[in-house]
């Protein structure tokens, strides 16, 4: 499997250059269904912070440190909850982008094969 924040990223740059384009009409359930994704990671986002107040494991050196890990993974750093729900959201988002992008692009890219198959360009 490949890297899914790089394709999305490759996916957004080649509708944003032209290189593919989209029927507005038939992207419309496409580009719903991811907003309504985005939408639902960011209020998973938004209610992110309630899961880093630390567990009561006790009052000993080992549940203090496993608390507090428990606490940091799940709204700190590189390897947290939040952290991957935010990267979601920027693949939602370049999607959702890249969707916009190729939808705009439909028409030009559709007059150009047809021009070049009649011999016009």
Do not use: C, T
Request: net charge negative; glycine share 10%.
């Amino acid at each position: 499997m490949g890297n899914s924040y790089a394709d999305a990223a490759a996916f957004k740059n080649a509708a944003v250059n032209g290189q593919l384009g989209v029927d507005p009409d038939a992207a419309q359930n496409v580009l719903k269904k991811i907003r309504a994704g985005k939408d639902s990671v960011e209020n998973l986002l938004n209610n992110a912070g309630a899961l880093a107040e630390a567990p009561k494991l006790g009052a000993n050196p080992v549940g203090d440190a496993i608390a507090a890990k428990f606490s940091q993974r799940a709204d700190g750093g590189g390897d947290s909850y939040a952290q991957a729900l935010q990267n979601l959201y920027g693949q939602y988002q370049q999607a959702e982008d890249a969707i916009v992008a190729a939808m705009s692009h439909y028409h030009q890219i559709e007059q150009d094969a047809s021009d070049a198959l009649s011999g016009r360009a």
